[in-house]
């Protein structure tokens, strides 16, 4: 499966242009770490980054997310390892985060979603964001307060990354999608 392919399918699974552009801010994201961390791998972390949250709108609950979407993936040939690191993204699926696109997936989702927030109160979006800011707003637990602090903090450990590498990473990446879309 293509990226385009995938964004296809975003598109019929997925109404809400937020969550789209969620989509694909965690695959820019994973675009930049496959860079450093698995060249050859590439498209299969953007396609784990685009397709994480396939069927968040349709089957929102944690029995059905993201069980669902990876069923549905399975039969559109989608590679295991891609649907492992969607499965592990989840914790309550009880699925280890043992590979490192499913590490690297879990350490980007909600920090994406964190800096996208941090851009939205920016006069200028994320254009000129900084890690310093973004860690002073993960403090302040009432700003974007459904954005799991432990997830990230989780996520940066299990990385074993410096946490302001990490959050510039993915200000880069964010700040790098070309018409809202990560560059495949
Ligand atoms: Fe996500």
Redesign the pocket.
Known sequence: MTLDDARAMLHEWVANPALRH??EC?AACMGAYADVAAPAERASWMLAGLL??LD?ERHPTAEEHPRVGVAFLRTKGVGEDVLHAIMA?APYTGTPRDTAMARHLFAV??L??FIVACGKVRPDGVATLEPASVRKKLKNLAFAAAVSRDDIATGIAELGVDVDAHIQRCIDAIRGLRDGQACG
């Open positions: 969620h989509m965690v994480h949250d968040w993204h989702d909600e994406a979603g």
